[in-house]
């Protein structure tokens, strides 16, 4: 199987995932488990920096910063391990501001994925 890669991504890095990862089988499945963490964690964060719960918040963007490097582009890793770091020792407000700069690209970058896993015809859960 060839993968498919629909015209360019502004935050989904296909070749940095493929060169971490290393065969297509394992980055398509990879790519449906990030598209199911984006699914849920983006509005769990908002919940939870919405309830000044910002430990809650950090260990779920602990997370994100976890994938970041291996399927995002250079901008993203950088914007993701910024909020990360801020979610770690910033006040609720402070960290709820930068989440809200932050979450219309994750929201873009679960989109650009999902279109990833559509070009190769695989269903997400």
Do not use: W
Request: net charge negative.
């Amino acid at each position: 199987m060839t993968m498919t890669t629909p015209s360019s991504f502004a935050y989904l890095s296909v070749e940095r995932g493929m060169e971490f990862i290393g065969d297509e089988a394992g980055f398509l499945s990879l790519l449906k488990t990030l598209h199911k963490t984006l699914t849920t964690d983006i509005p769990l964060i908002s919940d939870l920096l919405s309830r000044d719960d910002v430990n809650g918040a950090n260990r779920l963007l602990h997370q994100v910063k976890g994938f970041a490097p291996v399927f995002c582009v250079d901008a993203l890793v950088e914007h993701v391990v910024k909020v990360e770091a801020l979610s770690k020792h910033g006040d609720a407000p402070e960290v709820r501001a930068a989440f809200a700069l932050m979450a219309p690209q994750l929201e873009q970058l679960r989109s650009e994925v999902a279109l990833h896993l559509a070009a190769n015809q695989l269903a997400l859960d």
